[in-house]
């Protein structure tokens, strides 16, 4: 577990099977910040590269993100909201209003996906909420200073807060996500067909809509609860795994996973440690990687357009 403060090594792991009453320094920063720090980068890194699977598979658009969904735009909206009604909170106890946030908005692109036919209108719908929800937010935070300051602090996207009782609820929701995309990405191979093979071979078209709609959306708003919004990683990580070779929606979404929870463990560690006294946030991290990736990938695809 690598970080800014020097001195820790491996050694000090063996804090984690002793009492808090018998831990010195550096046992106290891997057991209570190192250790939560690494969990929530596993979870959001891994629920937005599965997320990004499964999106891009629906849209058949290698570029698709689970931001397009307004999970992220809907969560910002909920915490800036609250703060306008409550006053400043503690960063504990805006994650219900992100939560409550997020999943508004998703189920507002569920009632338009419900009745979708082509899986654009379901991007337009997500497009055009997180620019609503975008606006509304921008008119919160510029009638109230305190609503500024928290959305300023959660919209970066960064571990640094990640405590293990913060991470419970995430958990359990990437959990229910994860249980959702098995059947989500099963049935999205027979989408890949087409739409009229697909019915043709018995499959339900809203289903598998809806059911991979709920999974992008439980997933992304796990990571959002524990990283705040977080750009690429759900963009990034299927282009990683689709260049291993897997064949099926499923391993897609497994490999995607993985990658994505190893590029936000990077993002997070090297943030700490390449500027000594000067900390990137992960969701800089991210950006910067992912945003040069991006560019290399286009620059690519210009050169070799077939």
């Known amino acids: 577990m690598f970080g800014a403060r020097p001195g820790v090594g491996l050694?000090?792991?063996?804090?984690?099977?002793?009492?808090?009453?018998?831990?010195d320094a550096n046992g106290i920063v891997v057991a209570e910040m190192r250790l939560p720090r690494t969990l929530g980068g596993l979870l959001a890194g891994g629920a937005l590269g599965c997320a990004g699977a499964l999106i891009q598979t629906l849209t058949r658009n290698p570029l698709a993100d689970p931001g397009l969904l307004g999970v992220n735009a809907g969560a910002a909206l909920g915490i800036v909201a609250s703060v306008?009604?409550?006053?400043p909170l503690p960063s504990g106890a805006l994650a219900m209003p992100a939560l409550a946030g997020g999943f508004t908005a998703l189920l507002a692109?569920?009632?338009?996906?419900?009745?979708?036919?082509?899986?654009?209108?379901?991007?337009?719908?997500?497009?055009?909420?997180?620019?609503?929800?975008?606006?509304?937010?921008?008119?919160?935070?510029?009638?109230?200073?305190?609503?500024?300051?928290?959305?300023?602090?959660?919209?970066?996207?960064?571990?640094?807060?990640?405590?293990?009782g913060l991470l419970v609820v995430p958990a359990i929701l990437a959990a229910i996500g994860a249980g959702l995309a098995v059947p989500a990405a099963r049935r999205l191979d027979a989408l890949a067909l087409g739409d009229d093979l697909a019915q043709a071979l018995g499959a339900n078209l809203v289903a598998a809509r809806l059911l991979t709609l709920a999974a992008v959306g439980i997933l992304a708003a796990a990571a959002v609860l524990v990283a705040g919004p977080l750009a690429f990683v759900g963009l990034v990580a299927p282009y990683l795994a689709r260049a291993t070779g897997v064949q099926t929606s499923l391993a897609l979404a497994i490999v995607s996973a993985g990658f994505g929870a190893a590029l936000l463990l990077t993002a997070d560690i090297a943030?700490?440690?390449?500027?000594p006294g000067i900390v990137i946030e992960a969701g800089l991290g991210v950006t910067l990687i992912g945003g040069t990736f991006l560019i290399l990938l286009v620059r690519r695809q210009a050169r070799n357009p077939a």
């Open 109 to 164: 692109v569920w009632a338009v996906g419900a009745a979708a036919r082509s899986p654009l209108t379901l991007v337009l719908a997500g497009a055009a909420l997180t620019a609503l929800l975008g606006a509304l937010l921008r008119s919160l935070i510029l009638l109230d200073p305190f609503a500024l300051d928290a959305y300023r602090d959660w919209a970066v996207g960064a571990l640094d807060g990640v405590r293990s």
């Open 11 to 23: 050694a000090d792991l063996s804090a984690l099977l002793s009492s808090a009453e018998m831990r």
């Open 84 to 87: 306008t009604v409550f006053g």
């Open 271 to 275: 943030g700490r440690i390449v500027a």
